[in-house]
């Protein structure tokens, strides 16, 4: 392995985000903040190991990354992200311990939403910029970001970014990879603009609607109130953060083509968007009946709205919050409970199983069903007009497996430290979700701060292994993976 090249990479990341870190800071500075020093702390500790991993890079020429040094960097840049972004909670005094502030920054690169943060609104404002960048940053991809202008690396970006895109199938919008990060990126950023003008629309300030635009888009669910989206009141603003929730659990590839001037229709003849709608059409059905039937609300509208919004905000893993979703009867919490596991559409910025891999495995079910009853019946397993590979449907098989192994592993790990059995369960299937809400003593409003150092470790692992697919942070614990061990070397 070319370890020169990983560290090069590395220092790119640290880099990067060392300069983000200047917009809070500017914003700090704007509105004489309390926490300037800690971020100029934090600049200037990034900084020096930005210059640490460039000297240790040294001038190694790389013409190209293999796939497991892609596998290696991916990995240790959300860490090293997490590392770094730590920092401004830290110096701040709003994390009392690193662990909190590396599970808080964790929480945002991977959009997850889980928090330390007992009072949001009395912490710095420049800090919840910061915390509503991380999620911003990482919900596209900090790895997508750094793409687009990969060449000053010298290093061909396709491995990285196929260890790095969420999904079952990488596509690449246009021939050359860094393009398509500016496309992707593009389409991010608009997105965020035209929910920010939404929102203010609706008579939220500046401040609170670029940073639950940000939250949105990135499907992670930070926001600068105690009470989430909830604080607002108002059924304007629910309809218009679910409608952006819905948005951005669905294909940024299916986004980039009616863009380029197909039709809206385009996206239904997508099976996997269609799989997705219905669901969440089913489920938002679900528990708005029940809340209603319940007398939970008087009004079918408010149940309507409201249960829609949570099941849109589980199913995307935006993690929003716009009721007291624990005190509801238990069907529509049911109901939620399962939504934490199904995630969005794949090339989104969404967690969870993805609806792709759902539809396979529902569809694969299917025929086998069919063939007890017709043994001898060519039964072919379809998704729209085509046919998936027996790899693919492998891959599912296998991904399904292992992320129900690591959850209920994760469950009794946790359970270890934590004496309620369904806090543990739907802690450890949020984070490893990248849901950020979850039920128990974790609340409504993902408050981890009472959960042991250990277990707070866990979900950080979780966090990274449910942003990353699995498959990339898993292959690195694999005998087979280190086989011949780390070359120091130049390529060039």
Known sequence: MNIKCVFKFLGLLTLIITIWM???LVYSLSTAGSDVRAFTGAIAVGLLCALALFAAAGKTGVNAMGMREAFVSVTLSWVMASAIGALPYLFCGSAPTYTDAFFEAMSGFTTTGSTILRDVESAPRGLIL??????????????????????LLG??????????????????????????????WCIYLGLTVLETLLLLAGGMELFDAVTNSMGTISSGGFSPRNNGIAHYKSAYVDWVVTLFMYLSGASFALHFQVLR????????????FRFYTSLLAALSLAVSL??????????????????????????????????????????????????????????STAGGIKQARLLILCR?????????LSPRAVLPLRIGKESPEIKLIASCLGFFALYMFLFFTGSFLVSLTEPDLLTAMSAVASTLGNVGLAFGSVGIYADYADQAQSAKWLYCFFMLCGRLELYTVLVLFSKAFWRGGIVWRDAG
Request: charged content about 15%; hydrophobic content about 45%; overall charge positive.
């Open 22 to 24: 200047i917009c809070p």
């Open 130 to 151: 910061w915390r509503g960048l991380t999620h911003w940053l990482g919900g596209m991809g900090i790895i997508v970001l750094t793409l687009s202008i990969m060449p």
């Open 155 to 184: 290093i061909g970006g396709f491995q990285l970014y196929s260890a790095e895109a969420p999904g079952l199938i990488h596509e690449k919008l246009t021939p050359r990879v860094q393009q398509t990060a500016i496309i992707l």
């Open 261 to 272: 001037g197909r039709s809206p229709r385009f996206y239904f003849r997508d099976p996997e």
């Open 290 to 347: 029940g809340l209603y039937s319940s007398g939970e609300y008087a009004r079918f509208a408010d149940a309507l709205r409201l249960g829609t919004f949570q099941i849109v905000s589980f199913v995307t893993t935006a993690g929003f919050v716009s009721a007291d979703y624990v005190s509801w009867p238990h069907f529509p919490q049911a109901i939620l409970f399962f939504a934490i596991f199904s995630g969005g559409c794949s090339g």
């Open 364 to 372: 694969h079910a299917e025929r086998h069903l069919l063939r007890r």
